[in-house]
């Protein structure tokens, strides 16, 4: 889940060697603590699946030897998983509707830095288990505190609504850095990965309605120095859809149908949805300051770029998909009516007609709509989508992120790998929840788009792909974060001479158009290209780290 992120992080820390070290003293604006970086504290907020789930029942399994009992690893324990699927899955999945546990079984998220380091302790190797193991690692061999660095792990299950009305998520977290404040006598930095930058915007967003509006950008500036977004889905990433309509296994000794029922009982799954970088939500803060309830369903506007735009601001479209388009009633999606009206032929006769939707369309619930008729998770989709994420009262997560109000951020991720986009559905004949085939993918990589077969697809490549998970686009968001005028360097990520180094200052940063960097590479080397702040906000800070990455 951190792969190649966890050496990025890693340098960063180098920057603050002091963080429970020697007390360096360092210059600059320090705040409250005075530059005494040894006064920090790291908070590590991780990513989709990277907390432990324990049972919290007993639960007897029929034809197993391996029963449930309290505090037996849950996520992830492959060995119950495979002799006793059903059992493993009771305690997996949550209702739907309600985001409950199963009547039989219940899991909570495990706490400390046991509960991130590793997923399933000497059984898979690789990514999927060992998530943050080797940071925290190097964090010993480095010198630092056991107190400095706080895991603060969450039920990646819920939807933010159900974190903090199930758990108090917030509240604790909010806890959290007071404490570490207090311990320690200075802020914290923090260090979220993949699904875990969502949550802390959630985070900040919750936390302008808890505390009075005067006093918000005072307790952020005590209570957080810096923030690391490491491979941040800022605006989502399509293979969301991929797991919600055929299964991700996450390599899981499962089948596809079998994680397509786990990751749709999840309010989470929706969380890293495709959405379109021109569409916001009304302003919640201010809302619940005005007349009428802040509870209520959130107005979803999109500026005029949004028609003019091909694909919702992304390569291509996010998901194609093959309907037997039999059915009356398709009047009822306004938004569909072009491509429905090309088809009218095709529907007459009966014919399956190939449907096209963009991340906006992924992210509105258009999607959604459209498959109701033709697949059984269609409304529930549909329901979980309006009540826990339009509908949430302090943030419709499924819009585009504005730069975080903390002194200085650093965005931090991987690039140049290939790159899954966009996907081609079509009915497979079988039951659900097997009933979708992946007739094809698209994949970004090298500025190109490419389907499964290596045929070149029409769209708008970026200027570079991703880091196999995430899409460029969405990863390179935080650009938008940056001032007027960039300063780039870009420089070998292995031992050099400082004669490959190249920098380019005082660039002008079009927030709507993305920067590229006039400068030259070598196809053997890998580098990092980073882009900061010329003119900044005053007491801000802003960097964007890119990193070529190898394939693994």
Not at 352 to 358: A, D, E, N
Not at 395 to 422: A, H, M, Q, S
Request: hydrophobic letters at 35%.
């Amino acid at each position: 889940m951190i792969g190649g992120d966890s050496r990025v992080v890693l340098t960063v820390l180098l920057l603050f060697q002091g963080l429970g070290g020697e007390g360096i003293e360092f210059g600059g604006d320090g705040g409250d603590f005075g530059g005494d970086y040894s006064k920090l504290s790291g908070i590590i907020i991780p990513g989709f699946a990277s907390t432990q789930l324990r049972a919290w029942s007993i639960l007897d399994c029929p034809y197993s030897p391996l029963d449930f009992n309290p505090l037996d690893l849950v996520w992830l324990d492959t060995t119950k998983l495979l002799s006793a699927v059903n059992c493993w899955l009771k305690c997996i999945l949550l209702d739907p509707y309600n985001q409950t546990d199963h009547p039989e079984c219940k899991s909570r998220p495990d706490s400390g830095l046991s509960a991130i380091t590793e997923l399933d302790p000497g059984y898979i190797t690789g990514p999927l288990s060992s998530v943050w193991k080797e940071w925290i690692k190097w964090c010993i061999e480095f010198g630092i505190e056991a107190n400095a660095i706080i895991a603060v792990p969450y039920d990646w299950r819920l939807s933010p609504t159900m974190l903090e009305e199930r758990d108090l998520y917030f509240h604790k977290l909010k806890l959290t850095f007071e404490t570490a404040l207090k311990l320690r006598g200075g802020p914290s930095i923090v260090f979220a990965h993949s699904l875990g930058n969502n949550v802390f915007r959630y985070f900040l967003e919750w936390l302008k309605l808890e505390i009075a509006p005067k006093h918000y950008f005072e307790w952020l500036d005590q209570h957080i120095h810096a923030y690391f977004a490491v491979g941040a889905p800022l605006l989502g990433a399509p293979d969301t859809i991929k797991a919600i309509l055929s299964g991700s296994t996450f390599g899981l000794p499962i089948s596809e149908g079998t994680a397509r029922v786990m990751c749709n009982s999840f309010g989470s799954s929706m969380w890293m949805m495709p959405l379109s970088k021109y569409c916001r939500g009304e302003d919640v803060y201010w809302k619940h300051f005005s007349k009428g309830n802040g509870g209520v369903h959130h107005s979803y506007r999109c500026s005029e770029q949004e028609p003019r735009s091909n694909y919702s601001g992304w390569p291509t479209y996010i998901a194609n998909i093959e309907v037997p388009l039999v059915h009356a009633g398709y009047e009822a999606y306004p938004s569909l009516s072009e491509v429905t009206h090309e088809n009218l032929t095709s529907m007459e006769c009966g014919l399956p007609t190939q449907l096209s939707f963009s991340a906006r369309e992924t992210s509105d619930g258009t999607f959604f709509k459209a498959i109701e008729n033709y697949d059984p998770d269609g409304k529930r989709l549909s329901y979980q989508l309006h009540r826990l994420y339009h509908s949430d009262p302090v943030l419709n997560p499924l819009t585009p992120w504005d730069r975080p109000p903390i002194k200085t951020v650093f965005c931090i991720y991987g690039t140049d790998l290939k790159t899954e986009v966009g996907y081609y559905f079509a009915p497979s004949g079988k039951p659900y929840p097997d009933n979708w085939i992946i007739t094809d993918v698209i994949y970004e990589i090298e500025g190109s788009l490419i389907s499964r077969s290596g045929n070149l697809v029409d769209g708008d490549p970026g200027i570079a792909s991703g880091d196999e998970t995430v899409p460029y686009h969405s990863l390179s968001w935080c650009k938008s974060w940056l001032g007027p005028k960039v300063n780039i360097t870009r420089a070998p990520q292995s031992e050099h001479d400082g004669s490959d180094v190249q920098i380019d200052m005082n660039v002008e940063n079009n927030r709507e158009e993305d920067i590229v960097p006039n400068m030259t590479r070598s196809q053997r080397g890998k580098y990092i290209t980073y882009y900061e702040d010329s003119e900044s906000i005053p007491g801000k800070r802003t960097a964007v780290w890119e990193l070529d990455k190898d394939v693994a």
